[in-house]
RNA sequence: GGUGCCAUAGCUCAGUAGGUAGAGCAACGGACUGAAAAUCCGUGUGUCCCUGGUUCGAUUCCAGGUGGCACCA
């Protein structure tokens, strides 16, 4: 037997990874998982671009609408998702895709992500809620006092890292640093990592219509249905965040849409940046199906080697 | 056609009593292993409209041009 390959689509937000990935499924006859850390949530919908039903018809897809808005969820259970599905699948299927935006979410899935203990709600919330009233110094003793090892690592302005290592010392009771590994594991399947990118000037335009489309598809709509837990960490997310704000009175709804826009392009920044680390994806233009169906096949060639 | 005002970063504008300039927004670069569509850090990107003049030196002063706006015809 060969090992199997997981194709992964990435890029930025808006680049048209969905109808790539797609394109590539029907070519293959290969189910899709979503590599989306909000497309997960079976309430978000129009603010996350899940596909179509007529796309969700032509090729079955995985990790999507599957956790709800006030379920826990991380790049650690996502990985962990991955890892079963993939078992079970390529049982059937040669090669599986995976498409998505996350960057961590994406590395996970790829090469792992250490396990460390989840944190209790309580703790978290009784922390989160020191941080509002005291800010970030505290954490930083307690960091320097637990782990003076990640102390001199993290970003100390960082908030989310220092309170996160805090917490993790807390609740394991060993400094954070002594778990982190950071090391990558080896799958049972090879990986080739597709990246989808055009000129800045182009993404841009795409995102700003997306944006648009968006809105009059009923975006505040289902923004409103979720204001009232707006405070949920699934929906501190562009596209939701700002129409609660236009909700609250705080914007108006021009504004808001035209932070959704700027916030998305900003998203589709960082995305580029984190993708462009890793050398092993090969870079293709979102309309280019027909080269990157060619090179897949290609590749899918010289792969074939025995277990 | 005449008169007045304006022309500085991608946009809106400030400023230089003559020594080549700075704010906001936008943009750009980056970090990141369990909240990641999160969170955090860094960076002015400029024929100061054009051509002459005065001056050691002009984005700044003067003249003429060009473009925009307003008013008068």
Redesign the pocket.
């Known amino acids: 037997m060969n090992t199997p390959t997981l194709i992964v689509i990435l890029g930025p ?1 808006g680049i048209g990874k969905t109808s790539c990935a797609i394109e590539l499924a029907k070519h293959f006859r290969s189910p899709i998982i979503s590599g ?4 997960i949530f079976k309430e ?1 919908k129009i ?3 899940v596909p179509s039903q007529e796309q969700l018809n032509a090729v079955k897809h995985y990790l999507i609408g599957t956790q709800s808005i006030t379920q826990y ?5 996502f990985e962990q998702d991955v890892l079963k599905l993939t078992q079970e699948l390529f049982q059937q299927h040669n090669p599986l895709i995976l498409a998505g ?5 994406i ?2 899935a790829c ?9 209790d709600a309580e703790l ?1 919330d009784d ?2 809620e020191q ?1 509002e009233k005291e800010r970030i110094e505290p954490f930083r003793r307690m960091l320097k006092q637990m782990d003076a090892v990640y102390y001199d690592q993290v ?1 100390l ?5 220092v ?3 805090v917490e ?1 010392c807390m609740m394991t009771g060993v400094p ?1 640093s002594s778990l ?5 594991t080896e799958r049972p399947f090879n990986l080739l990592k597709i990246g989808l990118n055009t000129s ?1 000037e182009k993404l ?1 335009k795409k995102i700003n219509l997306r944006v648009d489309q968006m809105i009059s598809d009923g975006l505040l709509d289902e923004a409103r249905l979720f204001h009232p837990q707006k405070h949920l ?2 929906l ?4 939701y ?1 700002e129409l609660f704000d236009y909700l609250d009175n705080k914007l108006t709804l021009n504004e808001a849409i035209e ?1 959704i ?7 589709a ?6 993708f ?2 890793d050398k092993e994806t090969i870079w293709f233009e979102p309309l280019d199906i027909e080269n990157i169906i060619r090179f897949v096949e290609q590749t899918l060639k010289t792969q074939k080697r025995p277990v």
Do not use: C
Not at 157 to 161: A, D, I
Not at 262 to 267: C, G, I, K, L, T
């Open positions: 937000t989306d850390s909000r497309q978000l603010g996350t671009a969820y991380s790049a650690y259970e935006g996350s960057m961590m979410y590395d996970a090469k792992g992500i250490d396990e460390l203990p989840t944190i978290r922390l989160f941080y970003d302005k960082n908030h989310k890292r309170i996160h290592a993790v954070y982190r590994k950071n090391k990558a800045r841009y960490n699934s501190n997310t562009v596209g965040k932070l826009k700027r916030n998305s392009r900003r998203y920044k960082r995305q580029i940046a984190w462009n680390k």
